[in-house]
């Protein structure tokens, strides 16, 4: 992979300005891409609680914001959550994580396939 060193160290910069909870989202999303994930599987995948809503309250919200993530708010209740791939930094993150980080992306996936329970 050539990647331009101005555009890593960019992505380095944004995920460094990021609270945890955001660098694990966006982590989260960028290995499962292209498939989106529902606020409850996000959130088991991250290590946060689904009762607490921790998610919910801010880094969901800011990330959109961001144009980092898109999400579909399919009713009142249920999202579906997906990485923003036309988003630079993002595309140039999804890549660096489909080339570097296979076995995460596996359990990710196993995760998913599972239906959002460990194995």
């Known amino acids: 992979m050539n990647v331009e060193a101005t555009a890593a160290y960019n992505l380095l910069l944004t995920l460094h300005s990021y609270n945890t909870a955001k660098r694990k989202v966006l982590l989260t999303l960028a290995h499962v891409y292209p ?15 689904t009762k607490a809503n921790v998610l919910y309250r801010g880094p969901i919200e800011e990330l959109e914001a961001d144009q980092l993530i ?39 996936l ?10």
């Open 35 to 49: 498939r989106s994930v529902s606020g409850t599987q996000l959130a088991k995948m991250t290590g946060y609680s």
């Open 70 to 108: 898109l999400v579909d708010r399919l009713t009142p209740r249920l999202y579906s959550i997906r990485i923003n791939h036309e988003h630079q930094l993002m595309a140039l993150f999804i890549d660096l994580c489909r080339e570097a980080g296979g076995e995460l992306q596996a359990q990710f």
């Open 110 to 119: 196993d995760f998913i396939d599972a239906g959002g329970e460990s194995k």
